[in-house]
């Protein structure tokens, strides 16, 4: 029996359920309930909702263990939160979904014409737990994808042995177990477009509903009475230039009930917002025995993480970014683990996210706009995290660029560029930088990505590109389109994103985009200088060792620049070994260097850039841990301290 025929009904209560089930049974959704197959057309376009819609209409929120259950008739109508930030159903009116302030702490509803307040602070305001009987969706999600509590959504590649046209035909297995009256069918097939679809299962053998509250829980009572706080902290200091969540739903779901994330998630945004405690002032007050221990949420974030991805989601994706991000963990306990671990940790956070499609280009999918926008904001921070973590930890790209089929972000992609502007113009400026801070720093990681594929990979080396099989000289033609790409990216750099930028009491990310920028400088010219050899030319050689002085100048300087704005701003988790890399150019050129003033030169900078990060290291966790590597992870850094002998003379640091 097609699903549109069990739908069938007078009431006009029911007309939009009816509507956007109707659609569901015309394509978008197969039916497992045993009858003959309906899928005879491919899907209908629907119109996609507005991030408007999706902001102000994600207010209708309720914690899953105090819903409010409103007389509506009939039939009570069941909301689900979205999952991106995750979701949990609450009972309301439809009238409760209406435009309102997206950052209210207030939620407006109607029951039985009358308007009610429901404050979210307040344990319980005439709510009741909601029927464990299904419920269709609300509007806003009724066409998302893997953002429902109880579901996740397996992408079909084009090789899977579960072909997508097979799987249009599928009907699901009809046994003792499936046959009971309300059991949810374990999976099913949805079609995206023409060449994409998906495999939906339920999470009901790999979790657990009480877990998840009673995790939740002790996520809060960690940090309590500071959520709000820390939330807050978050989206002023490091959401600008990392928006991999979206603001205005967090914020809402968060001002009802911590009941409405999934663990993992939370815990890392609390995490990450500890870090920086000291720019709020109810924080900063606090005495040192009432500031939560980031120890109990490590834990926590930890085993909700693994716990989270065994049916991952957006948020989980969310949550492992949020977590790579983190410069201060082993810099303040100590408990330095493997340098690769946090490769691992990517290399099992891509496989999850090719799991929910995040690779492919979602453009022409049957989901709405703010969801699009979120999916391509999200791949472009993995791919950030594959690129610069190989070159941290020198391994192999774990997404590869044939495979890769997102577009480039637009403005579109971030809805606060918009709704900042109607709502908060003062606000304009910050998530405008921040965004654009966002961009420029994928555009320099797509050219770390051609820096490595030309000088640094198996294929570079099977290509012939290094110096013993091509010459330097024709190594050095092969750079110069990079050079000239870098130059030219430093030259059109907006005027705001310059490090002269910064504003008194206002902390500015713009010197870790700098950073980023040399960087990738670096990679360049550590390759060139490997690959100088006896034959190169005089006038070559000495060009190519100048220049690598001068980068390795430009990033000791930007490091002693910085002011107390730009140090406390956000720093990925690339930036120490950023800095790092540095200090391993400076280094390499140490070990060949071929004069004694060349020597005395590697040395003063080397100790340039410790007491650069020596005397931020307090302040800033990425310079901490940028000189924990220095001083023991960088070989030769060490003896550098004592230069080799050139005619009996040694050059000797004062450490």
Request: charged share 20%; hydrophobic share 35%.
């Amino acid at each position: 029996m097609p699903v549109v025929a069990d739908l069938a009904c007078t009431g006009s209560g029911q007309d939009t359920n009816r509507h956007w089930m109707s659609q569901a049974a015309d394509g978008h959704r197969m039916s497992h309930s045993g009858g003959p197959c309906t899928y005879e057309r491919g899907p209908t376009r629907r119109q996609r909702k507005t991030t408007r819609d999706f902001e102000f209409e994600a207010q209708v929120l309720s914690s899953r263990n105090s819903r409010a259950q409103l007389n509506l008739g009939n039939e009570p109508r069941t909301f689900q939160i979205p999952d991106s930030e995750t979701p949990d159903c609450v009972q309301a009116s439809p009238a409760s979904s209406q435009h309102t302030n997206s950052t209210s702490p207030t939620t407006s509803v109607e029951h039985n014409g009358t308007s009610h307040q429901i404050n979210p602070e307040l344990p319980s305001q005439t709510q009741q737990p909601c029927s464990s009987t299904p419920a269709p969706r609300p509007r806003i999600l009724s066409n998302t994808l893997g953002l429902d509590l109880e579901t996740h959504a397996e992408y079909i590649g084009p090789t899977d042995y579960r072909d997508p046209i097979l799987l249009d035909l599928h009907r699901a297995h009809q046994g003792p177990e499936n046959n009971s009256p309300g059991h949810p069918t374990k999976s099913s097939t949805r079609r995206l477009d023409e060449g994409t679809a998906f495999v939906v299962h339920t999470d009901g053998s790999t979790t657990s509903e009480s877990q998840r509250i009673a995790d939740l829980d002790a996520i809060e009572d960690a940090i309590r009475p500071l959520g709000r706080t820390l939330v807050d902290l978050y989206f002023r200091v490091v959401h600008p230039s990392f928006p991999i969540l979206h603001k205005d739903v967090f914020i809402s779901k968060h001002r009802v009930s911590h009941h409405h994330f999934a663990p993992s998630l939370l815990a890392a945004v609390y995490l990450v917002a500890l870090d920086w405690q000291l720019y709020d002032s109810s924080l900063a007050g606090r005495e040192m025995e009432c500031i939560p221990d980031p120890s109990a949420l490590e834990e926590l974030a930890e085993r909700t993480m693994a716990h989270d991805m065994r049916r991952p989601k957006l948020s989980t994706l969310e949550a492992g970014l949020l977590l790579l991000q983190r410069n201060s963990r082993n810099s303040e306990t100590g408990s330095h683990s493997h340098p690769s671990s946090s490769r691992m940790f990517t290399a099992q956070l891509v496989a999850m996210a090719q799991d929910l499609g995040i690779h492919v280009d979602c453009s022409s999918w049957d989901i709405p706009d703010w969801e699009v926008g979120l999916r391509r904001r999200l791949a472009w921070a993995l791919y950030m995290q594959d690129r610069w973590g190989a070159c941290a930890h020198g391994r192999p790209f774990l997404i590869h660029d044939v495979d890769w089929g997102v577009r480039p972000c637009t403005d579109g992609d971030y809805p606060e560029l918009v709704a900042g502007a109607a709502t908060d113009p003062s606000n304009l400026s910050t998530t405008a930088t921040g965004w654009a801070q966002f961009l420029q720093h994928i555009e320099l990681t797509k050219s770390l990505s051609e820096v490595m594929g030309t000088f640094y990979n198996a294929a570079a080396s099977r290509s012939g590109h290094n110096a013993p099989q091509i010459g330097t000289v024709t190594l050095v033609e092969l750079a110069k389109p990079l050079v000239l790409r870098l130059r030219e990216w430093y030259t059109n750099l907006p005027q705001h994103l310059r490090m002269e930028h910064a504003k008194d009491r206002e902390l500015c990310a713009n010197g870790a985009l700098r950073l980023a920028h040399i960087s990738v400088e670096i990679a360049l010219h550590r390759a060139l200088i490997r690959a100088i050899t006896p034959d190169t030319p005089e006038p070559l050689h000495y060009a190519l060792r100048s220049t690598a002085r001068a980068k390795v100048q430009d990033a000791i300087s930007l490091l002693k620049s910085l002011q107390p704005e730009q140090t406390a701003a956000f720093w990925g988790s690339a930036a120490s070994y950023q800095v790092a890399q540095v200090g391993s150019l400076t280094a390499l050129m140490w070990a060949t260097a071929s004069t004694p003033e060349e020597v005395a030169w590697c040395v003063s900078r080397v100790e340039d850039l410790r007491w650069a990060l020596r005397v931020r290291a307090s302040a800033a966790p990425f310079a901490r841990e940028a000189l924990r590597l220095i001083e023991r992870d960088v070989g030769g850094l060490g003896i550098v301290a004592v230069a080799p002998d050139y005619g009996g003379k040694r050059v000797e640091s004062q450490c």
